[in-house]
């Protein structure tokens, strides 16, 4: 217990205190402000779509920044928000079709940015509407036909429940199939199918295994600006004529679709640095995605099912920030995490230093304090004959020490009139032995 109390009074033990609290205050920062992960997973869809190959083109531009991206192939987007709101899944982000999810049912997903546009594209067979000319300009001519309305799990299926829904008309009313797009394909191409309903983007790959097959047309929906209204999430895109294929002429007039957005979501809790390095790696491959879109239009805060992202609002606003814009991703991370901790410690040591002076006087005050103490003990023992020799050492040694005290000019006074009294201490020793 004199141990403690004596380093007290010590100076260089209250400052290795300081700064040892100080080492435990950035290291619980340090835990708290975590590195964004080296690795991590997206969900995407069939490696024939667009979503698994903007993932893929993901990967590459992240492994310049040492960033290791796994792409999952899926079903689409019901299976990706499945797999996203499972903590155990493993994945991090996924791509999502606007429109589909119930947000109520995902109150911790958050979105990054809308990507590109997915145009609802129905391929039917020229044949199985001769009794309208050959062209299918309404929904409601589908009644009594075979047709595929998307997988289980997909966008595809959702959406097409969606508009069927707002056309007022009944799954029952035709003989409808849920095939995956490669299923869908291969039975239109054998007559089985009449119509087929696919959600993708304009430069998805699967959308070229549709061209070579004979005497099928894309459907132009005459009634799209009724449907925008009563389903805001879609937006109206007009096709020109020979956009999608020059070569095979598709589509073969101009024609007008509705269009979701594909949308980057992820969890809220995020790493801001991963959004940043996301959405800049995501305008270097958009820039090719211009067939529907204007240059520039994405990646977009607009048509967005979830929240967007903190982070990603600044970003898409302002673009990135003063560290990633001119060091490398890492660096810019360490240093970002360097900022976000030191301005914390300073908003506690700033007004720590405004008490220093105040500080610095107290403990000399305490050090002084301790000397009163040990000379009151010295003249309550001085009539004790059997305590001479001690009173006298313990006075040498209070000496020694008030002789070793430093102070400045104007705690000068302090010091000189301890050093009085240690004197007169003294004089009564001598006068009592």
């Keep these: 217990m004199n141990l403690i109390r004596r380093q007290i009074y010590n100076p260089l033990a209250l400052a290795a205190s300081f700064f040892v609290l100080l080492i435990i205050i950035f290291g619980v920062l340090w835990i708290l402000v975590p590195p964004p992960p080296k690795s991590i997973e997206m969900a995407t869809g069939f490696p024939t779509g667009l979503y698994y190959q903007f993932g893929e083109r993901l990967k590459a531009e992240l492994s310049n920044d040492g960033v290791d991206l796994k792409v999952r192939s899926t079903g689409g987007t019901l299976d990706n928000l499945r797999l996203l709101n499972d903590q155990k899944s493993g994945v991090d982000f996924a791509m999502v079709q606007g429109g589909v999810a119930k947000i ?11 990507m590109f546009y997915e145009p609802i594209w129905v391929w039917y067979r020229e044949g199985a509407f001769k009794a309208d000319g050959g062209q299918l300009k309404i929904l409601s001519q589908l009644k009594g036909k075979n047709v595929s309305i998307g997988n289980e799990g997909s966008g595809t299926l959702a959406l097409t429940k969606d508009i069927l829904q707002a056309s007022g008309i009944s799954e029952k009313e035709f003989n409808t199939q849920k095939l995956t797009p490669d299923e869908a ?7 089985e199918l009449d119509a087929v309903f696919i959600v993708a983007a304009a430069e998805a790959p699967i959308l070229r295994k549709f061209y070579s097959i004979p005497g099928i047309r894309l459907m132009s929906f005459d009634q799209a600006d009724a449907y925008t209204r009563n389903l805001p999430y879609l937006s109206k895109v007009t096709v020109p004529r020979g956009l999608l294929s020059i070569q095979y002429d598709q589509p073969r007039q101009d024609i007008q679709v509705m269009a979701a957005t594909a949308t980057l979501v992820a969890h809220d809790n995020v790493s801001p640095a991963l959004v940043s390095l996301l959405l800049s790696a995501s305008y270097d491959i958009l820039k090719s995605y211009s067939r529907l879109q204007k240059t520039g239009e994405f990646p977009s805060s607009s048509g967005l099912d979830f929240p967007l ?6 970003y898409l606003k302002d673009g990135p920030s003063f560290l990633h814009r001119h060091l490398p991703f890492w660096t810019a991370v360490w240093a970002g995490r360097f900022v976000k901790i030191v301005i914390p410690l300073l908003v506690i040591l700033i007004p720590l230093f405004t008490y220093i002076p105040t500080t610095k006087n107290f403990l000399l005050r305490l050090k002084l304090a301790q000397v009163y103490e040990e000379l009151k003990v010295i003249e309550r023992n001085a009539q004790n004959p059997a305590l001479k020799e001690k009173n006298f050492k313990d006075l040498e040694d209070i000496e020694r020490r008030v002789g070793n005290i430093k102070v400045s000019m104007l705690d000068a ?3 000189y009139d301890l050093k009085g009294h240690v004197g007169e201490v003294r004089v009564r020793l001598n006068l009592v032995h």
């Excluded at 992202?309 to 600044?314: K, L």
């Design 309 to 314: 992202h903190a982070d990603a609002e600044i």
């Design 413 to 415: 006074k302090e010091l």
């Design 104 to 114: 109520s049912e995902y109150p911790n997903l958050v979105s990054i940015a809308g």
């Design 185 to 191: 394909i291969a039975k239109l191409s054998k007559g």
